[in-house]
């Protein structure tokens, strides 16, 4: 599937800030479901900066801009050529051992509602890894019901699975948590999701799990919509959680207040009509 | 250093030394040592162990001596050890062959806190980690040191290696005539060469050096500005820098300057906002990123404390022998790790013969020393194993060596320990010293500076 | 070097002559207060005083009514003032205490030791201690600062980061010491010329350890263009706005020499000497001594901004 992908990430200051620098995580992943037939970022009036490939396989850029900065607008521009691998991560070249993943971090300590839906949902399971894997995500997802507007960004696994409600990034990090508590290696993916006009009202802007599965490697799990990665998914990068694997990482220097828009579309690129979100943050 | 009745030979002169000095121009140096201390700014705080920063540390002005080949033979096995955690360091970061060679646990390794997945697959110049390795040891024999930890972060102390040295030679010239006393003085310079040897290869000229404090609030402030005078760079703190293209730049009143080398003496989490903690006010936004496409070095490399971690310790010798093929020069404590059933039933058995650390704590408090306590005090501790065994390790009590010391009375032996400062940069380099700590309380083995314990100078014997 | 480390070299020397000016105000108002009451009478010279520090705002909140007393512990010891000596010297000490290296050990010696006298009088009896010792050890300790750092500073860009700020601050006290006199502290134009006009031109130049000074520069009797011309135009005043204006242009000069730059610092400077050297004492009378004052205190303010800009900044590029 050929995915046309447009992001744009607006920060706006009051009063102005004496500088920003941001970290990139938005460049699509290198492996056999997806290609990359262009892809732009941009930002107006910055110095492009220092740029690698991290361990975890993820392009890495920086920007800077000079003060006074009274806005920052990141546009993201691409095409990706996508297919379908049933979630698995297959010829990504990383260094980052697995059982680096296996850490908690601050979202996703393995407090008792985790230890208990882990324990619950694997005594259940069928024999094997893979099996061991479903039988998580499928947890999570009875777990949390997809409601936006009621977790926030700090929302940890535990807070959300409590709730019993949340969004992509609580279905994650839920998962993350219990995985790692089930000692598999678990981690944080962002990226794109193409949802349809009949696919649900999930975020163009997506996040998703990573689990790592003895003899197959890392695959994709997405409990918020109770499925693997397929070609509908633009993979960017990952982290420990969803602040390691943010595709922008930023600060600012100065005593402005910050404001954000956010606009995605996402879609086929065949088709004419656009699916588009847009969110205000505050 | 007492062998059998008297003291070893490099003592030989000291100790009459000691004994033709008058008790008044004893206390009048004394005094004189102190006042020296003092103005010169030199405050308690040694090895993080935090207290008054308006506390001198007490210094004792009997040296501590090393014969040449008893030195030699201590330089090579601190400079092994070096090496091997290096090549540990670039090893785990890398590849992971001693993992994958069922040499050590990938968990140990893989799930330590201190192992930053930030630095994965990146190797820095020269292949280099840790610039700084300060070895904690101890002798127990003639011919016999013991390795208490290893410090691959960025271990402090030495500014009072090179004061301690100062102030003995302003007070006692005489002996320093007499005695063929190894330099340390060039410390410094080795230690701003070494910096320098690893600069990144974008590097243009003669590569600009600074040293990254978080502040003068910090308890080793002192050691940061000392350093930074000594070695002729700038101190910084994490507002004088900036990123900007691909580099770092420090701000001056000239413009901004290109930085190649940070040594950095703060935390990993606190050193770039951008990739670990995000609420560090103390580090540079974007610094790693300028790090990992190789536009400037950080000394030591994030993630080093994995190779000093009081669990990877136990497979030191290990990695000696699975990267250098080398038998271990120095040995390692035998330690218990009471997370091990096994270890705990022994530790919980053997408790009046042990010493018992927090696997996390430092500055000698939380520890148990088995032979000196009494029967409360040991099962009190026995309970505390019990409940939380992971936080506990176990090491045997070791017949410490001792050090002839100024006491009330005249002159007496007590418990010593060392930490030599191993630069590792093009060349691996050890000056003839380092920092030596003494408990100053007859009998004590703790010679933490929080706990009554006091400062030598160390004198290595040239040939 | 570091911007950071220039501020601090820069604020270490205005904190010093801040400290200085202070001490010299207490005296002035300790003196006045012991001639009889004309016109607004004692509280008058006291409340004059304050306002010169530009302290009074803060003073009201604290303390009310305008007491002597009162005057003398925020002018001195209150560090909610942070103008006050106790303020200026523990600022200088902290700043000190920063940029440790890149002071002399006379230089932290006199900074640190008068930091420790401070906290020995803040431990002492009030009663014990009387306005004149008070004023005497402040001169005395920030002249030991101010003659260590002449004597053993290296001559770099920090020395004259450290001579910038001294003759900034100068200039700026010597401005408001002349403008309490002429506007503030002389309640009636009809006592120009009195027994009364006289006396506080006294008690200033002695505030300004001037006094013998303007004797042998002039002689005989006290006039206000004589003390202007002193005061103000004189080079051979070590605290008239001209020495002050050319030390500070001085510095400025060789920090574009050895950068290789010069900027709109040095410019400003340049034009304020300028001024100056036109300028006669009866053009500041005409134009108004308070009026000419204001304009020289804000071209100053200006030229500590543009080098807070500049240099201190860290942004310039």
């Not at chain 2, 003839?432 to 083995?445: C, I, K, M, Y």
């Not at chain 3, 009074?56 to 007393?69: H, L, N």
């Not at chain 3, 230089?107 to 906290?119: G, K, L, P, T, Y």
């Not at chain 3, 010597?174 to 506007?183: G, P, S, W």
């Amino acid at each position: 599937m050929r995915l046309q992908i447009s992001h744009e990430t607006v920060y706006r200051f009051d009063p102005p800030m004496r500088g920003v620098v941001q970290s990139h995580r938005m460049t699509p992943s290198q492996f056999e479901g997806q290609q990359v037939i262009h892809w732009s970022i941009d930002v107006a009036g910055a110095e492009r900066g220092a740029s690698f490939r991290d361990g975890a396989g993820d392009w890495i850029k920086t920007v800077s801009l000079l003060g006074p900065v009274s806005e920052v607008r990141v546009m993201v521009q691409g095409v990706v050529e996508t297919r379908d691998l049933s979630g698995v991560l297959r010829g990504h070249r990383e260094t980052v051992p697995p059982d680096a993943y296996l850490r908690p971090t601050e979202a996703t300590q393995p407090e008792v509602v985790v230890r208990a839906l882990a324990e619950q949902a694997l005594a259940d399971a069928e024999e094997g890894a893979l099996a061991r894997a479903h039988a998580l995500a499928g947890a999570v997802a009875d777990a949390i019901d997809y409601r936006p507007g009621e977790t926030a960004a700090g929302t940890t696994a535990a807070e959300a699975l409590t709730l019993g409600r949340g969004v992509c990034q609580d279905h994650t990090h839920a998962l993350l948590a219990v995985a790692r508590v089930s000692d598999i290696p678990a981690r944080y993916v962002t990226g794109y999701l193409e949802s349809g006009a009949d696919g649900g009202a999930h975020e163009a802007s997506h996040a998703w799990a990573e689990l790592f599965v003895d003899g197959i490697g890392w695959i994709g799990f997405d409990a918020a919509n109770r499925c693997c990665p397929d070609e509908r998914y633009v993979r960017l990068g990952s982290g420990h959680d969803a602040q390691g694997a943010a595709p922008i990482r930023g600060v600012a220097d100065g005593l402005g207040v910050e404001a954000m828009t956010i606009d995605v579309s996402v879609t086929p690129e065949t088709q004419s009509q656009s699916q588009s979100q847009s969110q205000t943050q505050q | 250093m007492y062998e059998g009745d008297g003291v070893r030979s490099p003592y030989g002169g000291l100790l009459e030394w000691s004994r033709d000095m008058p008790a008044e121009l004893r206390s009048l140096k004394q005094s004189e040592a102190e006042a020296l201390f003092r103005r010169i700014g030199i405050t308690f705080a040694v090895y993080g162990e935090g207290g008054s920063p308006d506390r001198l540390i007490p210094f004792d002005m009997f040296p501590r001596v090393f014969a040449a080949d008893e030195w030699a033979r201590l330089e090579r096995g601190v400079k092994q050890r070096a090496r091997a955690l290096n090549a540990f360091l670039c090893d785990v970061y890398g590849r992971g062959e001693i993992v994958r060679a069922g040499r050590i646990p990938a968990r140990l390794v893989y799930r330590n806190e201190a192992y930053e997945t930030a630095v994965c697959g990146f190797v820095p110049p020269k292949g280099v980690y840790s610039h700084i390795v300060g070895v904690d040891l101890v002798r127990t024999a003639a011919d016999e040191f013991f390795v208490l930890e290893d410090n691959c972060r960025t271990p402090s102390g030495v500014s009072y290696m090179l004061e301690n040295r100062e102030i003995m030679m302003r007070m006692f010239p005489a002996l320093f005539q007499e005695n063929r006393i190894a330099p340390v003085e060039n410390y410094p310079s080795l230690l701003r060469r070494t910096l320098a040897s690893v600069a990144p290869a974008k590097c243009e000229g003669e590569p600009r050096v600074v040293i990254l404090t978080p502040g003068h609030f910090n308890s080793a402030y002192y050691e940061h500005s000392f350093l930074a005078d000594m070695m002729g760079v700038e101190l910084v703190e994490g507002a004088d820098l900036f990123v900007e293209g691909d580099f770092c730049w420090m701000r001056t009143t000239e413009g901004p300057k290109r930085v190649d080398v940070i040594y950095r003496r703060i935390d990993d989490a606190f050193i770039d906002p951008l990739c670990f903690r995000q609420d560090s006010m103390l580090g540079v936004p974007g610094l790693m990123n300028v790090y990992r496409s190789g536009g400037v070095s950080i000394c030591s490399a994030p993630g080093a404390g994995v190779a000093d971690d009081k669990a990877i310790y136990t497979y030191v010798p290990e990695m000696i022998r699975f990267y250098l093929g080398e038998a271990p020069i120095l040995k390692n404590v035998p330690t218990w790790q009471c997370a091990k059933d096994d270890d705990c039933r022994y530790v919980l058995e053997n408790l009046a013969e042990l010493v018992v650390k927090e696997v996390h704590g430092s500055g000698g408090y939380g520890m148990l020393i088995g032979p000196q306590a009494d029967a409360a005090t040991l099962a009190l501790f026995a309970a505390k194993i019990r409940e939380k065994p992971w936080n506990y390790i176990a090491q045997p009590t070791l017949a410490l060596s001792t050090c002839p010391t100024f006491v009330e009375s005249g002159v007496a032996p007590r418990h010593v320990d060392l930490r030599p400062y191993c630069l590792v940069g093009e060349t691996i380099e050890l000056v003839p010293g380092g920092l030596t700590r003494v408990a100053l309380t007859e009998g004590s083995l703790v010679v933490n500076s929080s706990q009554g314990g006091g400062v030598k100078d160390t004198w290595v014997m040239a040939e | 070097m570091l911007s950071r480390t220039a501020g601090h070299l820069f604020w270490i020397a205005r904190y010093i002559e801040r400290a200085e000016t202070n001490a010299r105000l207490l005296e002035v108002g300790a003196r006045n207060a012991l001639i009889p009451n004309i016109g607004g009478g004692f509280r008058n010279d006291w409340e004059s005083v304050l306002q010169t520090s530009g302290g009074a705002q803060g003073f009201a909140e604290k303390y009310g009514d305008v007491v002597q007393r009162n005057v003398e512990t925020w002018l001195f010891f209150d560090r909610d003032n942070p103008s006050s000596v106790a303020s200026c010297i523990h600022s200088a000490r902290e700043g000190g205490r920063v940029v440790r290296t890149a002071l002399t050990t006379q230089v932290w010696d006199a900074v640190n030791s008068a930091f420790q006298d401070m906290q020995e009088f803040a431990r002492t009896e009030r009663s014990s201690l009387s306005v004149s010792d008070l004023t005497d050890w402040t001169l005395r300790t920030t002249a030991l600062i101010r003659g260590s750092a002449l004597n053993t500073q290296l001559r770099n860009d920090g020395y004259d980061f450290t001579n910038i700020g001294h003759y900034i601050e100068r200039a700026d006290s010597t401005a408001r010491l002349l403008d309490v006199k002429y506007y503030v502290l002389l309640p009636n134009v009809a006592y120009v010329g009195s027994g009364l006009d006289n006396y506080q031109w006294r008690t200033l130049l002695r505030a300004m350890s001037s006094n013998r000074a303007f004797n042998w520069a002039y002689g005989g009797e006290i006039s206000p263009a004589k003390i202007v011309d002193f005061l103000v135009l004189n080079r051979a005043c070590p605290r008239s706005l001209m020495s002050a204006a050319e030390g500070a242009a001085e510095h400025l000069d060789r920090l574009a020499r050895s950068y290789g730059r010069s900027t709109e610092a040095q410019t400003r400077v340049r034009d304020m000497v300028g001024n100056l050297s036109e300028v006669q004492v009866q053009d500041i009378f005409d134009e108004g001594l308070h009026e000419f004052l204001g304009r020289f205190m804000g071209d100053l303010a200006a030229l500590g901004g543009d080098v807070q800009r500049i240099y201190l900044s860290g942004e310039t590029r």
